[in-house]
Structure formats: structure tokens, C-alpha cells
């Protein structure tokens, strides 16, 4: 039994053709033949110059990545079996007395001293912890040790095990679950092997995504370690303002952050190093986000309805099944076969009541728009509450058809599967991408004609649900003020130049070059400009931003898969969203879609941390090449509006 | 029941171009694990994918081999560019020329350079050697021209090549920004910006030289 990777069981002979076109560009690749006159002789170009409608030759054109075959570069992974392997959950991480730590003591300072078995220092830091300084309890009070391995994961049952690097052994690696007020300090210990594979560099620096925190343990993409050596990353739990705006009430508590994730940042190497498996969730809680559903703002409980999902898209080597990294494509690279918190095609069984899901896409390239399908009536629009947007809680839930999301974007929706008892739904990315260069076309495909990548069965036991229901649009946080008088504008081109090179404002990324200063706590406006043909999902680090204008909306049209989009309100569009922001994107968000050609203009204050941070592409193969800045945030600031 | 999972069988009838084959399939199985081969190591992931064994011929005259030759148990780098080229190639190989003099200060082994033609046509061996003599260009660093089919070949392998065949025809340097680096025998690749400053392109080289071949370890910093 053969299937594509959506799922859908084809025939032998379709397999068989889309293997084959994987073999035929590799033939043509092998030949060297691209020129006309070659296509020609060989029959492969019509004398109207369109190249023969052999599906072998797609992968050259506007191909369609759904069916592996072309579009995807080099990819056409073997065939494997959806629906056989249960949806992973990440282990919640269990913190350790300091006492228990491999190696030395922690230390404000890192420790340089240099460890005999390695020859290097003992720890990969260069700069002093801040927190200690600002009151924060050193040692903090709670500690973890993490270490990042290669482990042998099953991925598939149709597949070898993958060797993938991990943190603890499992990738996503554990779920960290924080609490405000509670700051924690992780041992990051880098136990790597210098055999990657293929792909892969065993330097690494780990970034939490989203995280208001100190330069020194944010990940900074320079700030990479060597295997044998640790870095001790101290996370505050902190909210916004609690050195700066509002420091009486120890910050501002509607700058509180709930759906986090940590990732590999290695400059240069981040792409393959997260491709190979490094990342995990960090889940921040409060007084409100409680993580029990008889507290607080009454979301689904923690863990058993509340369940992160890690997106990915990977390629597999046809003929050694073993996953395979583009090294040399530096526009974008997409996969055919489509995880879920690192298995390909799980299946997910739910009790009927409502859940929490946070939603992750974890790229390298992919932009996805994921609805909830159910195959038995593909096209009836199968609606339900988006509650968060990134790591952050709306005002208050909104209905929605679908969830968009660029490479490291997140979206915590609640779905009430009460309604949907004895069913069997899909989590359907129904985005049309057609290859990594450029983005989404911006269409989707109909109803049960995407990828699925996730099936849930609800067949679990009827259980309690005491979990607020988002229809009563419960408030959450208000938006922190972002009106008044920014202190400085300034305006960033996200475009390649003709040979191939990503920038920013024209200028490539180095770790030393410090392109503007931000003076601490004032206000900043800032205008993303996207270049012709490509879309680019930009992330700052240490603070949130409002989009001000032109926040993007759903793909798609109202006149799409009859799901009329109008009817879900005037956010929805895809391009010319010029308006100022509504529904989802009335937010805090870090990561923001910038599609072809478009102009967004966001706001933020950056407080309570000093140093360097970078803003980038989270195109991971973008990021990697140079369409990153490093900013660094002083009691003192520049003016500069074109950096 | 029955009714509905026969229209739904209906339905992907009509839908399936191929819907004998599904029907008359012999084969129910999925594939077994064990029918894949066995995995390679990384630099043979590498090798076989990336690096076609094909026939150069340097700027001195001499006939290597493009991966046995070249790239095997080296530290490399590579870029492509053509003689006459006179805007970006020049640039590149005044960068490469000044990352190289870096490189010889920081670095115990030998980093090697290669410049492949995307003109073998035009480019002999005696164009590339004036080339190399306008560039001051020194050891270790070899300009490479050949067989067409084999340049191209190599072009294309190395991810230079545009996905669009018309826009590619157009213009065979539209990747050709990006140098290509790495560690054969680590099988540690990557790219950089060909119009990055020389300091940061050593820099970014050195990543790829495991810290016993820097010669001053305990100075580099990171960041």
C-alpha cells in the first residue's frame, strides 16, 4: 500500500511515477542538462518552449510539492504508513538540586576556567548574569540540567531510526514548565558528537524564543558553545516593566507570556541544527494562565488537555531512508513528509471536551495555514477559538476558521471536541507553497485536499470539562500602550540581492557589527518593507511588538473551499492588509509575517535588560545567510532610522 | 455505512487518474524497514549527493579530479565566477584574497580555494591563469575550468543553480553571492555572503576547524 503525504493511499504505479521523478532531475541534474537545446533533444521542451508535462520535470517549474515530487528540490521521501504512531508528548523537564549538577558550582560570572579533560573553558558564556544585580536570587531556586545528545528516535515505523541530535534524548526535547516569580537557571550542556551525519554543526547556542530575557542567556546566535563545554542560561520569569515601566506592581502583568519554545541559534548552523532535532517547548504560567482549569482564566488543564504541537517538514533520503538536509540551497528549503512533535503523520486520541492546543511551526521554511478537517465533509468549515497569538493570550478569544503560521509563530487554540464525539478529524494544512524559494502563492487548497498532519480520534472516555467556554469570550490580558510619540522610526528592507545574497537594509549580518542602539524603555516604531516575490517571517528578540499596520490575515479568498472568509470578519486578507489590526492580530506578538512586497509597521519598548539581541528572518535557511541584525539595547540610543 | 464509504470510493474514482492501479495493486504491504540500504556516513551523504568525482583542469595546467583531488580530507572553500566577469567576481576574490591572508594567521591546516568557472567555454586554463595573476592570487587557491557538462554539473550540484529553468537559463550566476565552505572529512558545510567583510568571512570559516587546528584558542572569544 502506497501514500502520499497527505495521508491519501495511491497506487503503486503513482509512487512510482514520483519516484521516478525524483530520479529523473537527478539524471538531468547528472547530465548537466538545463539549456534549451538540451531540453529539446531530449523531448523535454515543446517547440513552444514549455517544458513537456512530465511530472519528472515539474520539480524545475511551478511544481506541487503535495505530491513529493517536484517543487521540493531534490525532495521524494520513501513512502511511509500515516496514522500508525501515537502523537508524542514531551516529558516535562524535572528540575535537580544545584547540588546535583555536573561540573563546577554556578557562578555569576561564567567560569573560564579551562577544564583539563577538554582544553576548552568549563562554560561557553562571555558575560556576567544581569538578574543577580537586580535582586534575583543566585543560584536561582530552581535548577535543571539539560544535555544535548545525539538519540536514535523512531520517526516512522516505515523509516530506520533517525540518528537526530536532542535535548535529554528526545526531540522535541522536555517541556520546561515555568511559573512568574520563579526564576530558574538551566545547565545546558553540550555533549554533541562531531559526527554529524551529513548535516550539522556540534556548536550550538539555544535561544527561548519569545523570552524577555537577559542578553547573556537569550541564545545569542554568537553566543555558541562547544561540545564539552556548558552554559548556564539564567531565565527570570520575569514580566515586562519590572525594572523599568512598572516597577510598583514587578512589572506589567498584560505582558504576560504563556506559549514559549527554545531552539538551536547557532549562527550559521541553525538551520541544520534545528532540522536535526533541537528544540522543545517552555511554558510560562501565572495567577491567571494557571495551567488548572478550575482557577485562574479556567483554560483546559495542563498536561492533559493542555498540549503543545511542535510542526515540521522534513525530507528522507529514498534510498537510505534517512533524513536528508539540503546544504546548499540557501532560498528555502521545504519537506514533503509532515511531523508532529517529531513523528511523522501521529494519530492523537481526545476525550469529548474542550483542549488547549499550542501550535508551533518549527519550519526551516514552510508557512502553513492549519484548519481542522473533517474528511467525511471535507469543505464544512470546521471552526474553533484561537486564544493566544505567539506566545501570548488575546484579549479575548476569537473565532476562526483556520490558524496561519509562518516559521515560529504559535497560536494556542481551544477546540471543543464534545461536538465531534466518535469522529475521527485532521489538523489540515491546506496552504498552498509550492516550492522553498518565495512563499505561499497565498491560495489555499479545498477541504481534505492539503497535508494532513495530524489525525485525532475523538473516542476517549467522557470526563469533567471545567474549563471556561471561549464562546462567553472570557477577557484576558488587555494590550500594554503603545500610543504616544515613538522616540525613534526606523525602517527595515528585507530583500536578496540579484547574486543571491539575503539582507537587510543592504547590509549583511556579522556578530560584531552593532547596527543601531536602542535606548532603554523608549518607544520604537518599526517598519518591515518586504522585497518583490518573497515572504519572510521576522522575529525580534527580548520584547513583543503591537502590529500597528499591516498585519497579515488568513490566506485564502472569500471565495475559497466555501468557507467565505468575509463571514470571519475583515482581518482575513492576504494581501494590501494595509488597515490597522483586528481580531487575532489585536496582539503581542514576536513574530510577524511579512508577505511580498508588504509593509508592516510595529511598535515596543525595549526594557529591563541591557545588550545584544538580533532581529531576523525565521526563514531559518534566510537567518542563516546573513538576513539577521544585531541591535544592542543601552542606557543611551542612536536615531538611526535606516540601520 | 456501507453507502457512505462506497461514495466515498466513488468520489476517489473519479478523482484518481490512476485508480486501476490502486484497485489491482498487488502489493498491500507497507515497505519494510529493512529494505532501505544501509546509511552512509556523513561524508559519503555528502560526497554522493553533492560532490560529483568530475575532470577539472586548474589555472596551471593541471588535471585534477573535483572531489578525490580537491575537496577529499580538506578544509575548503568554493565560489564560482568567470574571467571577464567585472563587478561581483572581482569583489569576491579581493574579499577571498584578504579572508585567505586571515586564515593563514589563524588556522594551522591549510584552508584550500577553488574558483569554478561558469564559462568553460571561454575560460581556458591560460585565461584563468591571467586571471589569477591581474588577483595576485596566491598558493592554494586553484581557479578550475574543464568540459562544460562538467562545470555545469558541478553548478548545479553545489545549489547554484536557480529552480526555475527559464530564469536559471537567463543567468547562471544568480546564487553565485554565496561561497560554499566546509570540513570534507567532518562533512561541516555551510555558506557565506561573497560580499561579506573578509574578517567575517574567516570568521565564519573558522567555524568549521575543530579548535586544535586554531592557533589561538584560549583568544577567540565567540560573539
Keep these: ?643 | 455505512m456501507i453507502n457512505r464509504s462506497r461514495r466515498q470510493l466513488l468520489t476517489g474514482l473519479a478523482l484518481l487518474p490512476f485508480a486501476g492501479s490502486v484497485m489491482g495493486s498487488p502489493d498491500e504491504h507497507p515497505a519494510p524497514r529493512h529494505s532501505f540500504a544501509p546509511p552512509d556516513s556523513g561524508r559519503e551523504v555528502m560526497r554522493k549527493r553533492f560532490f560529483p568525482n568530475v575532470p577539472l583542469v586548474t589555472h596551471e595546467g593541471t588535471h585534477v579530479r573535483f572531489y578525490d583531488d580537491l575537496l577529499k580530507d580538506k578544509l575548503v572553500v568554493l565560489n564560482l565566477m568567470y574571467a571577464d566577469c567585472t563587478t561581483l567576481c572581482p569583489m569576491i576574490t579581493a574579499n577571498l584574497l584578504a579572508a585567505q591572508k586571515i586564515l593563514d594567521r589563524r588556522v594551522r591546516q591549510d584552508v584550500f580555494f577553488y574558483s569554478l568557472t561558469i564559462k568553460p567555454r571561454e575560460d581556458t586554463p591560460e585565461k584563468l591563469r591571467e586571471y589569477a595573476a591581474r588577483h595576485h592570487v596566491r598558493a592554494k587557491w586553484l581557479f578550475l575550468t574543464g568540459q562544460p557538462e562538467d562545470l555545469e554539473e558541478l553548478r548545479l550540484r553545489l545549489g547554484y543553480a536557480d529552480p526555475n529553468p527559464v530564469k536559471d537559463r537567463k543567468d547562471k550566476a544568480l546564487h553565485s553571492g554565496m561561497l560554499r565552505y566546509g570540513n570534507e572529512p567532518l562533512s561541516q558545510w555551510s555558506s557565506i555572503q561573497g560580499s561579506a567583510n573578509p574578517e567575517w568571512i574567516a570568521e565564519e570559516i573558522t567555524y568549521v576547524v575543530p579548535a586544535t587546528g586554531l592557533r589561538h584558542t584560549a583568544g577567540k572569544a565567540p560573539g
Design chain 1, 1 to 643: 500500500m502506497y501514500f502520499n503525504s497527505r495521508g491519501e493511499k495511491v497506487s503503486r504505479a503513482r509512487w512510482k511515477e514520483m519516484y521516478n521523478a525524483f530520479q529523473n532531475r537527478q539524471e538531468l541534474i547528472k547530465a548537466g542538462l538545463t539549456s534549451r537545446r538540451d531540453l529539446l533533444r531530449m523531448g523535454l521542451l515543446t517547440s513552444t518552449g514549455m517544458l513537456v508535462a512530465k511530472s519528472g520535470l515539474s520539480s524545475w517549474g511551478g511544481g506541487d510539492c503535495r505530491y513529493g515530487s517536484s517543487g521540493c528540490g531534490t525532495c521524494a521521501s520513501p513512502v511511509t504508513t500515516p496514522w500508525t504512531l501515537p502523537m508524542p508528548i514531551p516529558p516535562v523537564k524535572q528540575a535537580i538540586p544545584v547540588s546535583s549538577l555536573t561540573g563546577p558550582a554556578p557562578s555569576v560570572n561564567p567560569n573560564t576556567t579551562v577544564n583539563p579533560a577538554t582544553g576548552l573553558p568549563y562554560e561557553g558564556r562571555t558575560r556576567a548574569n544581569q538578574a543577580p544585580a537586580l535582586g534575583f536570587p543566585f543560584p536561582a531556586g530552581v535548577v535543571y540540567q539539560v544535555t544535548q545528545q545525539q538519540a536514535q528516535i523512531n520517526v516512522s515505523n516505515d523509516l530506520p531510526l533517525q540518528n537526530l541530535w536532542t535535548f535529554d534524548g528526545s526531540s522535541p526535547g522536555p517541556t520546561y514548565v515555568a511559573h512568574y516569580g520563579t526564576p530558574i537557571m538551566v545547565r545546558n550542556i553540550n555533549n554533541l558528537p562531531s559526527n554529524n551525519g551529513g548535516f550539522g554543526l556540534n556548536s550550538v547556542s539555544t535561544h527561548l524564543h519569545n523570552g524577555h530575557t537577559p542578553s547573556e542567556s537569550d541564545g545569542f546566535p554568537c553566543d555558541f558553545f562547544a561540545a564539552g563545554q556548558y552554559y548556564d542560561q539564567y531565565y527570570p520569569n520575569a514580566l515586562a516593566g519590572f525594572n523599568s515601566t512598572h516597577i510598583a506592581t514587578n512589572g506589567d502583568i498584560n505582558e504576560s507570556l504563556s506559549m514559549l519554545w527554545y531552539h538551536d541559534h547557532r549562527e550559521n548552523f541553525t538551520s541544520q541544527n534545528v532540522y536535526k532535532g533541537l528544540l522543545g517547548f517552555y511554558l510560562l504560567f501565572n495567577q491567571y494562565d494557571t495551567g488548572d482549569e478550575t482557577t485562574g482564566f479556567r483554560l483546559p488543564s495542563f498536561p492533559n488537555y493542555d498540549i503543545p504541537m511542535a510542526f515540521a517538514d522534513r525530507c528522507f533520503d529514498p534510498s537510505t531512508g534517512v533524513m536528508a538536509f539540503d546544504t546548499f540551497n540557501t532560498d528555502g528549503i521545504l519537506g514533503d513528509k509532515f511531523m508532529v512533535n517529531g513523528v511523522i503523520q501521529p494519530v492523537l486520541h481526545v476525550s469529548p471536551r474542550r483542549y488547549r492546543f499550542r501550535w508551533l511551526n518549527t519550519g526551516p521554511s514552510r508557512f502553513l495555514q492549519v484548519y481542522v478537517t473533517d474528511l467525511t465533509s471535507p469543505s464544512t468549515p470546521q471552526p474553533f477559538y484561537q486564544v493566544s497569538n505567539d506566545g501570548n493570550l488575546l484579549p479575548l478569544p476569537v473565532q476562526v476558521p483556520a490558524v496561519a503560521l509562518g516559521v515560529a509563530e504559535r497560536a494556542d487554540v481551544v477546540i471543543d471536541f464534545s461536538q465531534y464525539a466518535g469522529k475521527t478529524l485532521y489538523l489540515e494544512n491546506r496552504l498552498n507553497q509550492t516550492n522553498g524559494q518565495g512563499g505561499p502563492s497565498g491560495s489555499v487548497v479545498s477541504g481534505g485536499q492539503g497535508f494532513l498532519m495530524l489525525r485525532i480520534v475523538v473516542d476517549g472516555p467522557v470526563v469533567a470539562d471545567n474549563s471556561v467556554n471561549p464562546a462567553t469570550l472570557p477577557a484576558y490580558y488587555a494590550l500594554p500602550s503603545v500610543s504616544g510619540s515613538p522616540s525613534v522610526s526606523r525602517s527595515f528592507n528585507f530583500d536578496q540581492t540579484r547574486d543571491g545574497q539575503w539582507q537587510i537594509n543592504g547590509k549583511l549580518f556579522d556578530c560584531n557589527t552593532v547596527r543601531f542602539k536602542i535606548k532603554q524603555n523608549s518607544l520604537e516604531e518599526w517598519t518591515f518593507n518586504g522585497g518583490f516575490g518573497w515572504s519572510h517571517p521576522i522575529h525580534v528578540h527580548l520584547e513583543e511588538f503591537q502590529i500597528t499596520q499591516g498585519a497579515p490575515g488568513l490566506y485564502g479568498s472569500s471565495s475559497d473551499d466555501n468557507n467565505d472568509y468575509s463571514r470571519w470578519g475583515n482581518q482575513y486578507c492576504w494581501s494590501g492588509c494595509s488597515g490597522s489590526s483586528t481580531g487575532v492580530n489585536l496582539a503581542r506578538k514576536d513574530v510577524v509575517r511579512l508577505i511580498p512586497s508588504g509593509n508592516v509597521k510595529v511598535r515596543m519598548r525595549f526594557r529591563d535588560w541591557l545588550g545584544r539581541y538580533p532581529m531576523h528572518c525565521h526563514n531559518v535557511i534566510h537567518e542563516d545567510h546573513a538576513m539577521m541584525l544585531r541591535f544592542d539595547v543601552a542606557t543611551t540610543g542612536d536615531t538611526n532610522s535606516n540601520p
